[in-house]
T-cell receptor
Framework: KAGVTQTPRYLIKTRGQQVTLSCSPI?????VSWYQQTPGQGLQFLFE???????NKGNFPGRFSGRQFSNSRSEMNVSTLELGDSALYLC???????????FGPGTRLLVL | GQNIDQPTEMTATEGAIVQINCTYQ??????LFWYQQHAGEAPTFLSY????GLEEKGRFSSFLSRSKGYSYLLLKELQMKDSASYLC????????????FGKGTSLLVTP
């Protein structure tokens, strides 16, 4: 089975721009979670989608949003980028809520 | 709220055994996960504990005590490739089973 894939792998943006990141879960997995990883804060939960519905949201501003499609693929969007948004964005999929999450390679975002 | 603590750094010698501890104080608890993350790579799943006791998987074992809010990851017969960050994460049902991670323990294995 193919693992979780994320595109793009690297991105450079400037402050004020917006960005969309994509995640394709493991085949058959319906739950997709997004995390932000920075050296200072570690891994922090952004949100989780299941069957096209956002079920949980972490403590991030409304500039961070996401969605899930009928094929379980998910996108996250960050609007009005700030320097502090520079991070590794990781997507993880699981067969259902509470099950083991498997991570993709991540998208490394640099905001200049 | 939740508080998950693990040592920042550890060093051990190739062939030795190392124990990485994780303590947590959380509102509700579903299970505890350990992940390994090499520099520049994604976290990879190592183990999952939901009941008290020891789970063994090859060179890696993980222990959980729910009453004490304590877990450890035991790595035996250390290899150079085990140099990585080890992340402890707690699954919280009140947060929809989102994973709450500790800051990670950076393990360096020396010859």
């Amino acid at each position: 089975k193919a693992g979780v894939t994320q595109t793009p792998r690297y991105l450079i943006k400037t402050r004020g721009q917006q960005v969309t990141l994509s995640c394709s879960p493991i085949s058959g997995h319906r739950s997709v979670s997004w995390y932000q990883q920075t050296p200072g804060q570690g891994l922090q939960f952004l949100f989780e989608y299941f069957s096209e519905t956002q079920r949980n949201k972490g403590n991030f501003p409304g500039r961070f949003s996401g969605r899930q499609f009928s094929n379980s693929r998910s996108e996250m969007n960050v609007s009005t980028l700030e320097l502090g948004d520079s991070a590794l964005y990781l997507c993880a999929s699981s067969s259902s809520q509470g099950e083991t999450q498997y991570f993709g390679p991540g998208t490394r975002l640099l905001v200049l | 709220g939740q508080n998950i603590d693990q040592p920042t750094e550890m060093t051990a010698t190739e062939g030795a055994i190392v124990q990485i501890n994780c303590t947590y104080q959380t509102s509700g608890f579903n299970g505890l996960f350990w992940y390994q993350q090499h520099a520049g790579e994604a976290p990879t799943f190592l183990s999952y504990n939901v009941l008290d006791g020891l789970e063994e998987k090859g060179r890696f074992s993980s222990f959980l005590s729910r009453s004490k809010g304590y877990s450890y990851l035991l790595l035996k017969e250390l290899q150079m490739k085990d140099s990585a960050s080890y992340l402890c994460a707690v699954s919280l049902p009140l947060s929809g089973y989102a994973l709450n991670f500790g800051k990670g323990t950076s393990l360096l294995v020396t010859p």
